[in-house]
């Protein structure tokens, strides 16, 4: 009877310490799964450190710009331009100072003249020490300050044949153009201003929408085989405002509210 109760009771403790470990067992499993903790080394599970953008990475910014009319700021009553306009606005964002460093830009080119340009050297000099490069062209090449672009009798009737012919052979300039930029200063930050169309108010058919489409899909695929190209687009700002932020005088190139845009549209890409 004596070893009978010793029998019973080692089994009675037994069972007693099993369902302990098995309670204890369960709410350590549950704790896990209601509050998880990461395991292992700390090091490993911790947040990647953050790089340091190009802004961040530069005591001071230095801009050069090229191109067409837009990048000489015609239109803009101030002088400022989108490229005035970016180098105060990065100047207060960065709290470093920005210098534009050149603005060779000049009215009327086309990207056959810009890639002339391009091959000589005090070009090459310039874009060299850059941390920023800003460029508008084609604008010129597709409309030719409107010559040819309107039919009727009165010259009113947006013409999209003439500007559709002069896509692809701009085209072929404009890659000659993105490489030797490339090849000038492989590290800087490339900004393209993407086109918009200026007559888009004479185009009930937005036939002229298509061109643009075109020739920025165009450019951004060959920007995008450099990591420091960036096409900035503009079609968006232009297309339910055109009246507001084009210039008075000739209604082709922005105003000082339409660099505004075009600025700020930069500077946030860069922040």
């Known amino acids: 009877m004596r070893?009978?109760?010793?029998?019973?009771?080692?089994?009675?403790?037994?069972?007693?310490?099993?369902?302990?470990?098995?309670?204890?067992?369960?709410a350590y499993a549950a704790n896990q799964i209601w509050f998880p903790k990461a395991s292992g080394d700390p090091a490993l599970v911790s947040a990647p450190q953050k790089q340091e953008t190009m802004i961040e990475s530069k005591s001071k910014l230095q801009i050069v710009a090229l191109g067409d009319s837009l990048t000489a700021g015609t239109g803009d009553n101030t002088g400022k331009g989108y490229v005035g306009r970016v180098r105060e606005k990065l100047e207060k964002q960065s709290s470093k100072p920005v210098f534009v460093l050149n603005n060779l830009a000049i009215p009327g080119y086309k990207?056959?003249?810009?890639?002339?340009?391009?091959?000589?050297?005090?070009?090459?000099?310039?874009?060299?020490?850059?941390?920023?490069?800003?460029?508008?062209?084609?604008?010129?090449?597709?409309?030719?300050?409107?010559?040819?672009?309107?039919?009727?009798?009165?010259?009113?009737?947006?013409?999209?044949?003439?500007a559709r012919i002069r896509v692809e052979p701009a085209l072929t300039k404009m890659g000659q153009v993105i490489e030797a930029l490339h090849t000038a200063n492989p590290k800087a930050t490339v900004m393209y201003i993407g086109l918009y169309h200026p007559f888009l108010d004479l185009d009930p058919n937005r036939e002229g929408s298509l061109i643009v489409q075109k020739w920025n899909d165009s450019v951004f695929a060959m920007t995008n085989k450099y990591?420091?190209?960036?096409?900035?687009?503009?079609?968006?700002?232009?297309?339910?405002?055109?009246?507001k932020y084009l210039s008075a005088a000739d209604h082709f190139h922005p105003n000082g509210d339409g660099y505004e845009r075009i600025a700020d549209r930069i500077v946030q890409i860069l922040k």
Do not use: C, H
Not at 8 to 21: E, F, M, R
């Open 3 to 26: 070893s009978s109760r010793y029998i019973w009771g080692a089994i009675g403790l037994t069972a007693s310490i099993s369902t302990i470990v098995f309670a204890v067992g369960f």
């Open 111 to 162: 990207s056959d003249q810009l890639l002339a340009d391009l091959a000589m050297k005090k070009t090459q000099d310039a874009l060299a020490e850059a941390d920023i490069v800003l460029l508008t062209i084609g604008g010129n090449d597709l409309f030719a300050g409107g010559e040819g672009m309107f039919t009727g009798d009165n010259q009113t009737e947006f013409n999209p044949e003439a």
């Open 227 to 243: 990591p420091n190209m960036i096409i900035v687009p503009t079609y968006d700002l232009f297309e339910q405002n055109l009246i």
